[in-house]
Antibody, heavy 123, light 107 residues
Framework: EVHLVESGGGLVQPGRSLRLSCSASGFNFGDYAMSWVRQAPGKGLEWLGFIRSKAFGGTTENAASVKGRFSISRDDSKSIAYLQMNSLETEDTAVYYC??????????????WGQGTLVTVSS | DIQLTQSPSFLSASVGDRVTITCRASQDVSNYLAWYQQKPGKAPKVLIYSASTLQSGVPSRFSGSGSGTQFTLTISSLQPEDFATYHCQQLKSYPLTFGGGTKVEIK
């Protein structure tokens, strides 16, 4: 069974950094692209970016809204994806989800999601 | 960026009703569109991809149609477990944007 478990969320002051982790199990992590999606309280979903599998270059795509502040990386040896968030703003307060998609069949959408981790940016 | 506009943003329906949700894209996304269902406090799950392909395990009362800029999600006979928020997402180009969501509540 596929499991994605996010960790690293919590309360952080504006301007500080936070790194979220997504631990994966139940599938061959290296074969999949990994994405991050967030949802502010009472709001819709916002795609933040993704990292391709190594077979597809291991490169990233990021949403313009967080480009330059957020970056995505992966460690295939540990089956973990990361979201590094810098210069956090109060507007970054949200539940952050880790998701996966098939590298060669990305059009199938985000087929598995973690339970989410809450990040609260406040002084 | 491609904007996705869902309508309605909220609808109230009864068990057994036929429900249709629309997602309109600001540019042609071909059939690169997915639909997700999200229940309160839970992560979304994919229902439909490629505009009309049912994800494995999803009940057949769900169906999707459309291409280009106009898409619909239809629930043929609403069941109690279908009361949730539905999101569309385009996978044609980056950023992979979502619609604003449609909340389906019990009448």
């Amino acid at each position: 069974e596929v499991h994605l478990v996010e960790s690293g969320g919590g309360l952080v002051q504006p301007g500080r950094s936070l790194r979220l982790s997504c631990s994966a199990s139940g599938f061959n992590f290296g074969d999949y692209a990994m994405s991050w999606v967030r949802q502010a309280p009472g709001k819709g979903l916002e795609w933040l970016g993704f990292i391709r599998s190594k077979a597809f270059g291991g490169t990233t795509e990021n949403a313009a809204s967080v480009k330059g502040r957020f970056s995505i990386s992966r460690d295939d040896s540990k089956s973990i994806a990361y979201l590094q968030m810098n210069s956090l703003e109060t507007e970054d307060t949200a539940v952050y989800y880790c998701t996966r998609s098939e590298s060669a069949s990305w059009y199938k959408g985000l087929d598995s999601w973690g339970q989410g981790t809450l990040v609260t940016v406040s002084s | 960026d491609i904007q996705l506009t869902q309508s309605p943003s909220f609808l109230s329906a009864s068990v057994g009703d036929r429900v249709t949700i629309t997602c309109r894209a600001s540019q042609d996304v071909s059939n690169y569109l997915a639909w997700y269902q999200q229940k309160p406090g839970k992560a979304p799950k994919v229902l439909i991809y490629s505009a009309s392909t049912l994800q494995s395990g999803v009940p057949s009362r769900f169906s999707g149609s459309g291409s280009g800029t106009q898409f619909t999600l239809t629930i043929s006979s609403l069941q109690p477990e279908d009361f949730a928020t539905y999101h569309c997402q385009q996978l044609k180009s980056y950023p992979l944007t979502f619609g604003g969501g449609t909340k389906v509540e019990i009448k």
